[in-house]
């Protein structure tokens, strides 16, 4: 047996998973995803899809029953009205940024994302990390292993 990985990062303002719109057509209920949602997990899909075949992956794989582990790093930019104390105080994490988007829907659409992609259906993740520090840029990493036979 032997651990794969691949890790990515997508710069850029980080989305979170929004609620699906819902609307009538032709007398019959229709639920749609929003243009935004479907622009920013077509951006994860680059960077995966990229760092895949970077790593000499061809396609998802079925791992042994372990499944696969996600890390996401979400880097926030730190508010203008921060002064350098406070930052020197987020640099070290004393301080977190507790505004939007929430971790479970950044986590919805970086899985969601990723299906077939990096693995054949998120329900295969049976391992996740994520966490919201303050940085200089926005922007998400993504650390994804699994093992193989």
Do not use: C
Request: glycine share 4%; no cysteine.
């Amino acid at each position: 047996m032997s651990i794969r990985s691949i890790q990515f990062h997508v710069p850029g303002e980080v989305r979170g998973q929004s609620r699906p719109r819902a609307t009538i057509r032709a007398g019959h209920a229709a639920v749609y995803e929003t243009a935004k949602d479907k622009s920013y997990k077509g951006l994860i899909q680059h960077y995966a899809m990229e760092a895949m075949e970077k790593h000499g992956f061809a396609s998802p794989s079925e791992p042994d029953k372990k499944g696969f582990s996600v890390t996401l790093v979400v880097f926030i930019k730190y508010p203008k009205a921060f002064s350098q104390k406070k930052r020197n105080l987020a640099y070290r994490m004393l301080i977190k940024p507790f505004r939007k988007p929430d971790l479970d829907n950044i986590a919805k659409i970086y899985l969601d994302a990723m299906n077939s992609i990096v693995y054949p259906d998120d329900r295969m993740v049976t391992q996740m990390s994520i966490s919201k520090v303050y940085s200089d840029v926005d922007r998400v990493s993504a650390f994804i292993s699994w093992e193989e036979d």
